[in-house]
T-cell receptor, first 111, second 115 residues
């Protein structure tokens, strides 16, 4: 049973617009959440994280929002750029150092 | 700069061969992980290690074993390769056990094809 769910396998966005990637989790013990970005034929790279004591964290064009009551987090990319086209993985951890990953969302940003 | 290096980018092996995938990290990290990535299935944890000579099974350990004789090196072993082990294999490391230290650093991946 998936504890971290990314229900949209793919997302297509126009350059300059906002990209919103969603992630839901089921385990109430999760208290730290991360987003990774992966290009083809490369390993994932860490993008941004948020702890459960916060509801928002920003880093440049990237913002992660956490809604603990809904067990939902989202990654906003504003403005989207063609170089943002990649697979984005949501991950969560809690009580241990082992992150659980979602299945990923493939983002395509059209010029 | 943080670095996790996997010994091969691409490998082609025959069914039944014993296959070794090597991973080295230069960050003095405690934890190391092996994942496989398959389309539509995301990243699935095969094995992890939190210390030298220590290992724990992940979600899909069947058909695999691991070795960690030195802190910086974590090897994944396919005892008898099968075609369903054709996949992208990713090694990762992370610093410690605190919840703030779960950012994982990944290697570039090894695309293994078993024929």
């Amino acid at each position: 049973d998936q504890q971290v769910k990314q229900n949209s396998p793919s997302l297509s966005v126009q350059e300059g617009r906002i990209s919103i990637l969603n992630c839901d989790y089921t385990n109430s013990m999760f208290d730290y959440f991360l987003w990774y970005k992966k290009y083809p034929a490369e390993g994932p790279t860490f993008l941004i994280s948020i702890s459960s004591i916060k509801d928002k964290n920003e880093d440049g064009r990237f913002t992660v929002f956490l809604n603990k009551s809904a067990k939902h987090l989202s990654l906003h990319i504003v403005p989207s750029q063609p170089g943002d086209s990649a697979v984005y993985f949501c991950a969560a951890s809690g009580g241990s150092y082992i992150p659980t990953f979602g299945r990923g969302t493939s983002l395509i940003v059209h010029p | 700069d943080v670095k996790v290096t996997q010994s091969s980018r691409y490998l082609v092996k025959r069914t039944g061969e014993k296959v070794f995938l090597e991973c080295v990290q230069d960050m003095d990290h405690e934890n190391m992980f092996w994942y496989r990535q398959d389309p539509g299935l995301g990243l699935r944890l095969i094995y992890f290690s939190y210390d030298v000579k220590m290992k724990e099974k992940g979600d899909i350990p069947e058909g695999y074993s691991v070795s960690r004789e030195k802190k910086e090196r974590f090897s994944l072993i396919l005892e008898s390769a099968s075609t369903n082990q054709t996949s992208m294999y990713l090694c990762a490391s992370s610093l410690g056990t605190g919840w703030m230290n779960t950012e994982a650093f990944f290697g570039q991946g090894t695309r293994l094809t078993v024929v």
